[in-house]
């Protein structure tokens, strides 16, 4: 099993506009992306001004089947202008990891 999860710092005084397009974009992806699983979560500890989404995959082909999809998906690049446009995010904050269970 892999775990994907990317995780951004929201700009100051946008936290809950960028709340609701963190679960826009995940909403997208999971109707429009075949095999697409998103989850959106915030911390409880930690910083409080960061956005998760996260979602599991069979395998890392299927995960790169999954980002294939959405890289090339022309809806999905026009929701990321939106945060773009909006400076939602720390661009540089932005960043994925990829975890495989052992167990």
């Known amino acids: 099993m892999i775990?994907?999860?990317r995780t951004a710092n929201i700009?100051?005084?946008k936290g809950r506009t960028a709340f609701a397009w963190a679960v826009k974009v995940a909403a997208y992806v999971n109707e429009n992306v075949s095999g697409a699983d998103v989850q959106v979560m915030r911390n409880i500890?930690?910083?409080v001004w960061q956005v998760h989404w996260v979602a599991n995959y069979e395998s890392?082909?299927?995960l790169a089947?999954?980002?294939k999809q959405i890289e090339g998906?022309?809806?999905y690049l026009e929701v990321l202008?939106?945060?773009q446009d909006q400076k939602l995010f720390i661009g540089t904050s932005i960043v994925d990891n990829i975890y495989e269970a052992i167990s």
């Open 3 to 5: 775990t994907w999860v």
């Open 11 to 13: 700009n100051d005084g």
């Open 45 to 47: 500890g930690g910083p």
């Open 60 to 62: 890392l082909a299927a």
């Open 65 to 67: 089947e999954v980002m």
């Open 73 to 75: 998906d022309a809806g």
């Open 81 to 83: 202008a939106e945060a």
